[in-house]
């Protein structure tokens, strides 16, 4: 009979503030929130909607979402430290223990004792610790399994997995056969005949693949007794024999080193020799050997003449490498290697008595010999390397080993470029130093340097002499301080020295000067034994002197000076100029197309235009044949063609070309007529002292006649062009000019 209820959220029982020990039964304990004691829980029913827990739960069913308890017997769900009853009926039970009678079936499913899962720390019971069983699968904490049967599995699904990791367990991969796996995957392998793989289907007693670790000693044994031993420890990897027996390697057999009991390496002998700590044998015959006296190094031959030996000094420290007792090559204590010294002064020191020769060979075709120079982080920053196709020797440097000179197959010196000029006197040259450091499609910089700052006038700069091949000086080109040098003020000149014929030494010959003068000592080489002369082969071109202020004419001339624009002065001579020419002349206009020869008398008309009609003619003059002197040179005044940068054209471009056919066109517009001196005139049979007077030939034109003067009216003298002096050797009168 009920008495009634009582709804609470929690219900604790004390004793003067302390929490009491209680036990709660009847046949149905029921609760909407949590129940908790530390008594007994019991009754036919026991519900809970969160948690039950308490010493011991019991009843016939349990319904809650949680059970924590010490023991009890449910038939739902029910979780807690202890869970036991004869017969269970639960979807799924965790908890600390469980125990049953029986449980059956392939899987752990049913109504009583089977289950969908059964899990937790350990699960025990008369059957339930399943002295047989068949199941494909069981998981939980702790099972005990007398016997039973599981289904093969695989690598990814094995039949005996764990909670919430399913493809972690054991199974079969095939018949006679058991494996271990981890995340879906074969670790472990164990075959028909007992060899056991890990990483792999074992071929071995034992087949690993990959790295092993061994935490104790590996033992090696025959059928008799351990012979030895494997381990590691804090000194490292040790190999060990047991007492009294050797280590030996072989080959397919056959043993190819030993070392002994007592700590004797032999290679190629079972039987190192006494007092040998190392020895190395082909044959009957010794080729080295580590001795423990004498040398106390090692030796190298054969035995009747083991001369070679590496050997430690005995203070010092030094490693020494003899050949009979001599010392071929030493490394001391700094790691500095010498060749023929045993006191090397540095990396590497070589000394020697005679010539020294040191040999790189490639015993490749095609391949080159190399030395690298790298710096501390391992790169090769520069090298000299020889190219045998070629035979080109090569300097790298700038920090990438790239070339910057090489020495050719025929000598040249080439910087700036790796292949030599193949035209003009370039491909002839033993230096060819191509662009700069700036750029290298500029232009070619090579510098001769002072070896200390210039400080005072006169002090040498550089020189480029000319030598021959014992250094005798046949000339030089030398810069000089023109004046005492200053920061930002640095005046130079350069002297131009020859050696003059049956001298020994240079003597200067010109000099530029730090302002621009030009000056020139001696003679220049031509027969006239002139100071200073010009000369071009193909009389074409022209020296040119031009002031800042004046333009040069266009037409070519031995010598074309420009004027100054002050005073239009372009040659001022404190003495006389001196010329070959005979006769003063002027460029005069004709008045027609008509060809006037030397020494022709021609008119002048009254447009003042020379003219070859006697009636139309004025007055009366010659032509000059060899003028000293010519004016009225201003009949073309177009310029030459000039380039961008501002330099006449070269006589060879189409610019000139064009220029020279209007140049002569202009030409055949003008002639020189003669003013004064001395001509030939076109008239013979003259005697000096005569006139020559201009008349009408029969068909208008104008030649002369020579006339005494006794003949001479006033008319003609007035028209006479001048008076003959001599008879030229062609019988041709020359005349002294006189205007008409």
């Known amino acids: 009979m009920a008495y009634g209820s009582i709804k609470v959220d929690n219900i604790i029982f004390t004793n003067g503030g ?29 519900r809970g909607g969160t948690t039950v827990s308490g010493a011991t739960v019991t009843g ?27 017969v269970g009926q639960f979807t799924s039970v965790t908890g600390g223990t469980a125990g049953f009678t029986t449980v059956t079936g392939t899987t752990v499913t049913g109504t009583t004792a089977n289950f969908v899962t059964v899990s937790g720390t350990t699960v025990t019971g008369t059957t339930a610790n399943f002295t047989s069983g068949n199941f494909t699968s069981i998981s939980g904490g702790t099972h005990t399994i007398t016997s039973g049967v599981f289904a093969a599995g695989s690598a990814t ?64 044994a025959d059928g008799t007794a351990t012979r030895g031993r494997v381990y590691g420890d804090s000194n490292g990897l040790n190999l060990r024999t047991e007492s009294g027996l050797a280590t030996r390697f072989l080959h397919v057999g056959t043993e190819l080193a030993r070392i002994t009991s007592d700590g004797k390496l032999g290679l190629g002998t079972s039987s190192v020799t006494a007092g040998i700590k190392f020895q190395v044998q082909d044959g009957t015959a010794s080729k080295a050997q580590f001795n423990v006296s004498g040398y106390g190094g090692l030796v190298i031959g054969q035995n009747a003449d083991l001369s070679s030996e590496i050997d430690q000094s005995s203070s010092g420290g030094k490693l020494y490498i003899k050949q009979g007792g001599n010392t071929a090559i030493t490394v001391d204590t700094s790691q500095r290697v010498g060749i023929g010294t045993t006191s090397p002064a540095s990396t590497l020191h070589v000394s020697g008595s005679s010539d020294q020769t040191y040999t790189f060979q ?17 790169t090769d920053a520069g090298g000299i390397w020889y190219l045998h196709a070629g035979n080109h020797l090569l300097f790298n ?8 000179a090489r020495i050719d197959g025929s000598g040249r010196l080439l910087v700036g470029t790796s292949s030599s000029p193949s035209a003009g006197s370039g491909q002839f040259a033993r230096v060819v130093a191509q662009g700069n450091t700036s750029s290298s499609t500029g232009a070619g910089i090579l510098s001769i340097a002072r070896g200390s700052t210039a400080t005072a006038t006169n002090d040498t700069i550089g020189q480029l002499a000319f030598t021959d091949s014992i250094g005798a000086t046949f000339a030089y080109i030398e810069c000089v301080t023109d004046a005492t040098p ?15 014929d049956g001298a020994s030494s240079p003597t200067e010959r010109m000099r530029i000067a730090s302002e621009g003068g030009i000056t020139t000592t001696g003679r220049a080489a031509n027969s006239t034994n002139a100071n200073l002369a010009v000369r071009n082969s193909s009389g074409n071109n022209d020296a040119i002197f031009e002031a800042s202020d004046g333009a040069v004419p266009g037409i070519s001339g031995s010598l074309r000076l420009s004027k100054n624009n002050s005073n239009s002065r372009s040659i001022n001579a404190s003495g006389t100029v001196n010329q070959n020419g005979a006769d003063y002349a002027e460029y005069f206009k004709k008045c027609g197309n008509f060809v006037i020869q030397k020494a022709d008398v021609v008119g002048i008309n009254s447009s003042g235009l020379l003219t070859n009609i006697f009636a139309d003619a004025i007055s009366f003059c010659v032509k000059s044949t060899d003028p000293g002197l010519v004016g009225g040179d201003n009949w073309f005044t177009e310029p030459r063609p000039r380039t961008e940068d501002g330099q006449e054209v070269d006589g060879s471009t189409p610019e000139y070309a064009e220029w ?30 005569q006139y020559i007077v201009p008349i009408a030939t029969e068909d208008g ?40």
């Open 18 to 46: 302390v929490d009491q020990t209680i036990t709660v039964s009847g046949i149905v304990a029921s609760t909407s929130g949590n129940l908790t004691v530390t008594g007994t829980i019991s009754g036919d029913v026991i």
């Open 362 to 378: 490639t015993t490749t075709a095609g391949a080159d010999n190399r030395i690298n120079f790298r710096n501390s982080s391992g």
């Open 701 to 740: 034109g104008i030649t002369g006649i020579a006339k005494d003067e006794t003949d001479l009216t006033l008319a003609e003298y007035m028209q006479a062009i001048g008076k003959v002096i001599a008879i030229e050797d062609d019988g041709r009168a020359r005349i002294i000019v006189k205007v008409a």
């Open 486 to 500: 200053g920061a930002g003020d640095l005046p130079g000149r350069l002297t131009f020295s020859t050696t003059a």
């Open 660 to 689: 020279m056919e209007r140049l002569e066109l202009a030409r055949a517009t003008v002639d020189r007529i003669a003013f004064a001196g001395q001509v030939p005139v076109n008239v013979t049979g003259a005697t000096p002292g």
């Open 397 to 404: 440097t700038g920090g990438s080993n790239a070339e910057k």
């Open 60 to 86: 016939a069913v349990g319904q809650f979402g949680n059970l924590t308890a010490v023991s009890g017997v449910f038939t739902t769900q029910v979780s807690g430290a202890t869970v036991t009853g004869n």
């Open 157 to 220: 699904n094995p039949s005996i997995s764990f909670a919430s990791d399913p493809n972690t367990g054991i199974y079969s991969p095939g018949a006679d056969q058991v494996a271990i796996s981890t995340n879906g995957t074969g670790r472990l392998f164990v075959d028909a005949s007992g060899n056991v793989g890990i990483g792999v289907s074992p071929s071995y007693t034992l087949d690993v693949n990959g790295q092993g670790r061994f935490t104790n000693d590996v033992l090696i």
